[in-house]
């Protein structure tokens, strides 16, 4: 167990709070005009995909999990399970769509990940920041709106829509910041 101080607690931070194992999402340090300043949290429970918002005072000392990092290889999706193997041993792990959250638009199968452990217990995944995609439905473009940046909605092979230049078209490889789920460029 570590100690992060509340001013330290930035998106991606993992806390320890009543017994249960949460990341940070957002983060807002607030100096109101009386008193003394204070820190706004949006958290995601790890456990059960559920999000809370908490106030601590600047400068609280709040527990960190010990956390460890495995590479694992994204198997196969099983109904509302999404099934891992750890690199080194072998075992699968099973993961439900809950918990995960909006990563599962960027999981693509057999896809290697960093899962964070904490007792034996998977808290997380991290995606690589960028991935690659295959778009599987867009609307052809329209002759001369391929010069401005006008976007259009995309499928991509994960079922994730996202947009897109007009040029794209159905079959091109793109490219996907999976931290904004922002295109990045055709591959």
Do not use: C
């Not at 998106?11 to 990341?23: A, H, K």
């Not at 460890?68 to 993961?95: N, R, S």
């Not at 960027?106 to 690659?132: A, C, R």
């Amino acid at each position: 167990m570590g100690v992060v101080l509340s001013n330290d607690a930035k998106p991606g931070t993992y806390l320890e709070l009543d017994n249960n194992l949460f990341v940070v999402i957002e983060y807002n340090h607030v100096k109101p005009g009386k008193g003394g300043a204070f820190i706004r949290l949006k958290l995601r429970n790890l456990r059960l995909g559920t999000v809370v918002d908490r106030t601590v005072n600047s400068g609280e000392k709040m527990t960190s999990p010990e956390v460890e990092e495995k590479k694992m290889q994204f198997l196969y999706k099983q109904g509302d399970e999404y099934v891992f193997m750890d690199q080194d041993t072998y075992e699968q792990i099973h993961l439900t769509r809950a918990s995960l959250g909006d990563k599962i638009n960027w999981l693509k199968e057999e896809m290697i990940v960093d899962m964070l452990m904490h007792q034996g217990e998977s808290l997380d995944l991290q995606l690589p920041f960028k991935v690659e995609l295959k778009v599987t439905h867009t609307e052809p473009s329209v002759r001369g709106n391929t010069v401005t940046n006008v976007t259009k909605e995309a499928v991509v092979e994960t079922g994730a829509k996202i947009q897109v230049p007009m040029f794209v078209n159905e079959g091109d490889m793109v490219r996907i910041d999976t931290r904004t789920g922002e295109y990045l460029e055709r591959v």
